[in-house]
């Protein structure tokens, strides 16, 4: 599986970013994907993730309300939609496909490269 996550950059305190996570390879409606972020020198944090169907959602507490993950098997995307961003939410995203649904950044064997996303005024 091959993983491309985009729709990073620069936002306001209060704003919003939807990031995407452009899937391929044949099974890819297999996996469940994750989404982690990862700051320069630190472990990489889970973020949410989602089931392969799409039925279920898994959020880090500092998330959950702000952010959503959805998926389009057909179009082999998932997307986080994030609002109301802090500047603690700054960091390097990444996307991720696993076998199992979880928040263990070890559960996941294919990874992605990131895209940043900034949260400052």
């Known amino acids: 599986v091959q993983l491309q996550a985009c729709g990073g950059g620069l936002v306001q305190p209060g704003g919003s970013l939807t990031l995407s996570c452009a899937a391929s390879?044949?099974?890819?409606?297999?996996?469940?994907i994750g989404w982690f972020r990862q700051d320069p020198g630190k472990e990489r944090a889970f973020v949410a993730a989602i089931s392969w169907s799409g039925s279920t959602t898994e959020y880090a507490d500092s998330v959950k309300g702000r952010f959503t993950i959805s998926r389009d098997n057909a179009k082999n995307t998932v997307n986080l939609q994030m609002n109301n961003l802090k500047p603690d939410d700054t960091a390097l995203y990444l996307c991720?496909?696993?076998?199992?649904?979880?928040?263990?950044?070890?559960?996941?064997?294919?990874w992605g490269k990131g895209t940043l996303v900034t949260v400052s005024s």
């Open positions: 991720a496909a696993s076998k199992r649904l979880g928040g263990k950044a070890y559960f996941y064997h294919y």
């Open positions: 390879g044949r099974t890819v409606g297999d996996y469940a």
